[in-house]
């Protein structure tokens, strides 16, 4: 049983940048890798990264990528996302994910446990 929960959302201008953080609690985190994925109002959830816990090698969506980073601290069981240039197609709830394998398909099928979301705007 692992815990995750995401921090660090908030409303930001188009242009500027944001960081999330998602501390996995329950024990040393022991899944494949930690994730992030979004959903905004009306639409599918969708996968935007990925990072291999012990390698820590990281996986992007094609669209998102060299505008996202993601990290990790595994001594914090911690995982980041930094966001820049955003955009206002941007806005979502963004949630954290401990994945079981790795996807070359669709990552969300690959997710055994979800944190709550935190709510990222932008604004234009």
């Known amino acids: 049983q692992v815990q995750l929960e995401e921090s660090g959302g908030g409303l930001v201008q188009a242009g500027g940048s944001l960081s999330l953080s998602c501390a996995a609690s329950?024990?040393?985190?022991?899944?494949?890798?930690m994730g992030w994925f979004r959903q905004a109002p009306g639409k599918e959830r969708e996968f935007v990264c990925a990072?291999?816990?012990?390698?820590?090698?990281?996986y992007y969506a094609d669209s998102l990528k060299g505008r996202f980073t993601i990290s990790r601290d595994s001594s914090k069981n911690t995982a980041y996302l930094q966001m820049k240039n955003l955009k206002p197609e941007d806005t979502a709830v963004y949630y954290c994910?401990?994945?079981?394998?790795?996807?070359?398909?669709?990552?969300?099928?690959?997710?055994?446990?979800w944190g709550q979301g935190t709510l990222v705007t932008v604004s234009s």
């Open positions: 994910a401990a994945v079981d394998f790795y996807s070359d398909s669709d990552w969300t099928n690959a997710v055994d446990a």
């Open positions: 329950g024990g040393t985190f022991s899944s494949y890798a």
């Open positions: 990072i291999s816990w012990i390698g820590g090698s990281p």
